[in-house]
């Protein structure tokens, strides 16, 4: 039950952090993505070739953007998961000690807790990098 409910915590946090990156970065990249892919379609003397190329062009951006939140939220959760792993192995190591199950349980509880709070104070400086990245990135 606390574990769910670290979860839905950490997903919460992370999913308005997305949602941010998406409203004040992203869309404008797909914005300008689709402007300067019109912008290109509507050339007359251009080949087929040609227009597919600049298209490619136009798309590079926001490709680049995915990949670097894609990969910056794939580290977090890494993270994340070495360290509830930690958290179970404690546990299990403090079972085959003899220790009992009701004293092992919460020391797992606050654990996981710590490793929640630990990461989820990573958020904001994850947040501010992802965004100065992705501004230089629409630049």
Known sequence: ???????????????????SLERENIQKMQGLMFWCSTAYCEESQASMQQVHQ?????????????ALVTSELEKFQDRLAQCTMYCNDKAKDSIDAGSKELHV???????????????????????????????????
């Not at 039950?1 to 949602?19: A, G, N, Y």
């Not at 600049?54 to 995915?66: K, S, V």
Request: with cysteine; glycine share 2%.
């Open 105 to 139: 349980k919460r020391q797992l509880e606050t654990c996981m807790t710590k490793c929640v709070d630990d990461h989820m104070n990573l958020i904001p400086t994850m947040t501010r990098k992802m965004k100065e990245s992705l501004s230089s990135m629409g630049k």
């Open 1 to 19: 039950m606390v574990e769910l409910q670290q979860q839905l915590r950490v997903q919460e946090v992370v999913d308005s952090m997305v949602k």
């Open 54 to 66: 600049c298209i490619e062009r136009c798309h590079a951006p926001l490709a680049q953007t995915q």
